[in-house]
């Protein structure tokens, strides 16, 4: 399989080329150059393949002859200590619980494969990897655990200055070693675009700088296994309604690549908060990215979702293709705050704030389509924000013990302003 940048589909490389360049030359994001079909592959699956034969069996089928079987399942074996969780709510609604990773976020599950992958790659091949990346949460406490100590590769994590969860930056700025933390004084745009701006630096380009954000293929393609695995479980329920809490839209990528592959799945909801960008488009046919706002659903607070450039490419800009394959929400603080009480109260489940916005959308989603069967992705361990979910229901979520002792270290991360030219600067002291 080979892949192409959005803004210019001549030149197509393979997918080691595509994880270790992040971004493609000329600035875009790399997206198959064809999508295959597979459902004679999702035909063939079991509802009783466990997760990591699963992940193995796909990787090698699509990846192959670059990533063969054998190679594959070595990947697989190293990422994944953990898997997904599917849990019935009632008879029309699934929760897919992705937080049983090691940073408790569904993004555990991206990352893992991107930071096994790359060190099997470059233990074959050698050299180095600087991975820059930006995010509004969960991302960053992902990547941190993942690539913590990997030999020959170096972490630089951007995060928005006081727009995460304490807990969230505890986790990225107190494992030191080979990771390194940076406090930008702006939002999680501005994270994102000082990101992108250093791989097109021509400054840079002696520096081996790769992403692990959603940007990077190699961690976008792994969140498809979650859909697939979920989708084997529950095939005998028919079309099943994907719900996805979105803010920089990797994880609704990923599932709409499984579709296109041939997954038999119906449509899909992307559930927002109050960074409604993608829900307007949907509405009125215009794109307008906008600067993001502070939510209680703080990792999806994104007003210019990167992942936008692959699916414009996937339904080639045309908003009607779109909206066949989507539907969209936005829901408030308020609401969210309602929902995690409302849940908690009816069923006893406790939700995070985002898991909470991805079930107030699967309400209104089921208001209009009442037969529909629903799958929530549950996003992160509602421990991870404790104060919000202790307000909404007066209960305070456990974690386990070896996240408690994180928020009792020590925080070490380096202060810096907004600007390109600061990243710059300081990608060169570091590493020069």
């Known amino acids: ?66 990533i063969d079987s054998s190679i594959a399942r070595k990947i697989v074996q190293d990422a994944f200590s953990f898997a997904p969780v599917l849990r019935e709510i009632d008879d029309d609604i699934v929760m897919l619980e992705l937080f049983h990773g090691p940073s408790l976020a569904f993004k555990d599950f991206g990352a893992s494969f ?69 406090e930008v004084y702006g939002e999680f745009d501005d994270c994102q675009r000082m990101v992108k701006a250093a791989f097109s630096n021509p400054r840079l380009k002696k520096f081996p700088l790769t992403s692990a954000n959603s940007i990077n293929l190699g961690r976008l393609i792994p969140q ?39 997954l038999p799945t119906g449509v899909f909801v992307a559930a927002t908060n109050a960074n409604d960008v993608f829900p307007t488009f949907l509405l009125t046919g215009k794109y307008l990215p906008m600067p993001s706002v502070p939510t209680y659903s703080s990792a999806m607070d994104v007003g210019s979702p990167s992942n936008y450039e692959r699916l414009k490419k996937l339904f080639s800009g045309n908003a009607d293709a779109f909206r066949q394959h989507i539907r969209a929400w936005s829901i408030d603080d308020d609401t969210t705050l309602k929902t995690i009480s409302k849940v908690y109260r009816d069923y006893g489940y406790l939700c995070c704030p985002h898991t909470a916005v991805g079930w ?9 389509n009442p037969r529909s069967q629903v799958l929530i992705l549950s996003t992160a361990h509602p421990g991870k924000f404790l104060d919000i979910v202790k307000e909404a229901t ?21 202060y810096i302003e907004n600007r390109n030219e600061d990243l710059e600067d300081w990608i060169i002291q570091k590493f020069g």
Not at 401 to 407: A, E, P
């Open 224 to 262: 498809s296994f979650y859909y697939i695995w979920a989708w084997a479980q529950m095939r005998t329920k028919g079309k099943i309604t994907f719900v996805v809490p979105s803010g920089n839209f990797g994880n609704l990528t990923a599932g709409l690549y499984a579709a296109a592959w041939g």
């Open 360 to 368: 107030k959308a699967a309400e209104l989603f089921r208001e209009q």
């Open 1 to 66: 399989m080979k892949f192409v940048s959005t803004l210019s589909p001549r030149k197509a490389v393979s997918f080691t080329e595509a994880i270790f360049s992040g971004l493609a030359p000329d600035g875009g994001l790399y997206h198959p150059a064809y999508m295959p079909n597979l459902s004679d592959f999702f035909r063939s699956l079991s509802d009783e393949i466990p997760f990591g034969e699963l992940a193995s069996a796909f990787t090698s089928t699509l990846l192959s002859p670059e």
């Open 114 to 182: 991107l930071a096994s992958a790359m060190n099997h790659l470059l233990g074959e091949r050698g050299g180095r990897a600087i991975i820059l990346t930006a995010t509004s949460g969960d991302t960053g406490g992902a990547v941190a655990q993942a690539f913590y100590k990997k030999t020959n590769i170096h972490v630089v994590i951007l995060y928005p200055s006081g727009r995460v969860s304490p807990f969230q930056e505890k986790q990225i700025t107190t494992l030191g070693e080979n990771v390194t933390a940076l």
């Open 394 to 414: 007066g209960i305070a979520p456990t974690l386990p013990k070896l996240f408690t002792d994180v928020m009792q270290k020590k925080k070490a991360a380096h």
